[in-house]
């Protein structure tokens, strides 16, 4: 992998392309959306992902190696050369201003890309995951966890093995020399490594702020224009399509009754905990970014108090979702509230 340095707010450039790391099931269609309804946005896709090719959620296969995994039958080629220099080409030549990936990280690009991403409770994450995957979770689950290796290299089934419910964040974000860990490999030194690497980015939102103090900074640091809409398309069409191939009678009973997207999956409480246990990394990790999260709303909201003549221009002339341009600074200011 290549150098990282932290992202501090003397080198952050908010001119330099989006690279949205996308974790599945974790908002990433909606604010895939909302980028591409920007003013004179170029994503490398029009469908519901901005994700570039060989970047899907089953893209991590071709770093696979035994014992964990054998390669894909088929290589996926990607339309840019390796590493950042190559990727930084590609978004130059197709004016691209926003691109996202949707597996695991082979480097880091922080001088070439401005990085955000959206955080979520992995066990939340693990549910609308098993909702959209699998017909007996907790059976799925128990199966899982019995075993040191479990890396499918389907398109169809590649989310549900190791990865994905021992700190799936923190593999990704360290890339193929921690994805492919076998069950609790994961240990304090990857937590810190990653840490390290998510300091970096310079937006990392928990799902549960994204749509009112999360969009006021993508709005407020990136100059977006409205709102995000909540959006279970993706969902759907996952579930109706790719992933009933291989579960159609197990699953089909599912689609016409209990099946409702807005439904999540209930785990067993010993499952929960065994889970909660095992993702403490990620879970910790989530807390530095809430923490963060926290501080950069604060920050913006003492610099709208600090540019603005409270007699004339009230927080309410300014007001979350709703940008107007301040008298005193040319700008469009957002109430963030106190935190």
């Not at 066990?123 to 689950?141: D, E, F, H």
């Not at 807005?262 to 910790?284: A, C, F, I, P, W």
């Not at 009230?314 to 107007?324: E, I, T, V």
């Amino acid at each position: 992998m290549e150098a990282f340095k932290p992202m501090t707010a003397q080198n952050e450039r908010p001119t330099r392309p989006i690279f949205f790391f996308h974790v599945s099931s974790s908002g990433g269609t909606s604010l895939c959306r909302w980028a591409q309804q920007q003013p004179c946005s170029r994503v490398p896709a029009c469908g519901s992902n901005c994700n570039l090719n060989c970047q899907h959620p089953w893209d991590w296969r071709r770093f696979c190696r035994p014992p964990a995994c054998a390669l894909p039958e088929k290589a996926c080629r990607a339309p840019y050369q390796p590493g950042c220099e190559g990727l930084a080409r590609y978004a130059r030549r197709r004016n691209l201003t926003f691109l996202a990936s949707e597996t695991l990280l082979p480097a880091y690009c922080f001088d070439t890309f401005t990085y955000i991403t959206v955080l979520r409770d992995p066990i939340a994450r693990l549910q609308s995951l098993a909702l959209r995957l699998v017909a007996q979770p907790n059976t799925w689950l128990r199966r899982v966890l019995e075993q040191p290796y479990v890396f499918n290299t389907s398109t169809s089934s590649s989310l549900i093995g190791t990865a994905a419910l021992d700190n799936f964040f923190t593999r990704l974000l360290l890339g193929p020399s921690a994805f492919f860990l076998p069950l609790r490999g994961i240990n304090e030194s990857h937590f810190r490594a990653a840490s390290d690497v998510l300091a970096s980015f310079a937006l990392a939102i928990p799902i549960e702020r994204f749509e009112d103090h999360g969009a006021a900074l993508l709005r407020a640091k990136f100059g977006w224009r409205g709102s995000p809409a909540r959006s279970n398309s993706h969902q759907k069409a996952l579930l109706r399509k790719k992933y009933l191939q291989g579960d159609g009678r197990r699953l089909s009973s599912r689609l016409s009754t209990s099946a409702a997207p807005s439904r999540m999956v209930q785990l067993g409480e010993r499952t929960v905990r065994v889970l909660r246990e095992l993702n403490k990394y990620d879970l910790h990790l989530i807390e530095q970014a809430r923490s963060r999260f926290n501080s950069q709303l604060r920050e913006v909201a003492e610099l709208n108090r600090s540019t603005t003549e409270p007699s004339s221009v009230s927080h309410h002339h300014c007001a979350l979702g709703h940008p107007s341009q301040c008298p005193l600074t040319g700008r469009p200011m957002y109430h963030l509230g106190v935190v």
